[in-house]
């Protein structure tokens, strides 16, 4: 047999062939007068690889897809993801999970020779952002008040409200509403993450007073105001 690389024994009749690309082998045949026979085969070798090129992260209530790299030089591809609870379709090559947990998934892929290649990636789920926000705060009439959340200086902020707010994108705005308002608040991380939260400010109705008119009295009376 020829070439030789790849075969358990290039002298025998029935060889295993184990090559790593696709090739021909080419048998000459001689009997004890020399007479020479020459055949050939070609051994296709199917090239089906899968892989990732990273593990990718998430954010909470979120999805992501996930998108293998596939090499072959075949046709009819079958996939099958595992586990697949949380996938929106455990036979597709790209499909989007919502899982809420960390998670490694595995993708099997088999082609039309049967053929079969896997491999697995890890979708971390990142903590979920908290926020301490008083949600119920009482003013008097003209007064003004911080909002004042507590929260990792790093996020960014982006209030919702009318225009008695000192700062929209403030961690800190004052408000100095007239009536009874409800004020939400969008914040994020640099992960692209978010969360909502609302803070709802009631501003009590002025006490109303009249201490009458002014009036005259003579020294040694007395008077009910």
């Known amino acids: 047999w020829n070439p030789a690389e790849g075969l358990s024994d290039a002298s ?4 295993i062939a ?30 089906l690889e899968v892989s990732f090129g990273s593990d990718v992260s998430m954010c909470p209530n ?14 009819n ?4 993801w595992s586990p697949s609870e949380s996938l929106d379709n455990a036979n597709s090559p790209t499909p989007t999970t919502t899982t809420n947990e960390t998670q490694t998934f595995t993708l099997t892929v088999s082609d039309e020779w049967n053929c079969i290649a896997t491999a697995s990636i890890t979708v971390y ?21 911080a909002l004042n959340p507590t929260a990792d200086p790093t996020y960014n902020y982006q209030w919702t409200a009318n225009d008695d707010i000192s700062n929209l994108n403030s961690p800190n705005p004052s408000v100095s509403p007239i009536s009874n308002e409800t004020y939400s608040l969008t914040f994020s991380d640099a992960t692209g993450c978010s969360g909502e939260a609302t803070v709802n400010v009631t501003v ?22």
């Open 12 to 15: 025998i009749a029935n060889p």
């Open 125 to 145: 789920v990142l903590d979920e952002l908290s926020i301490n926000l008083e949600e119920n705060i009482n003013i008097c009439y003209g007064e003004s008040v």
């Open 18 to 47: 184990n090559p790593s690309n696709s090739q021909t082998y080419t048998l000459t045949i001689s009997d004890e007068w020399g007479c020479n026979t020459i055949t050939s085969t070609y051994v296709e070798v199917n090239n």
């Open 204 to 225: 009590n109705t002025p006490i109303q007073a009249n201490a009458g008119s002014d009036t005259s009295i003579c020294l040694g009376e007395s008077i009910e105001l």
């Open 62 to 75: 979120s999805s992501v897809q996930l998108n293998p790299q596939i090499q072959n030089n075949g046709s």
């Open 77 to 80: 591809l079958s996939y099958q």
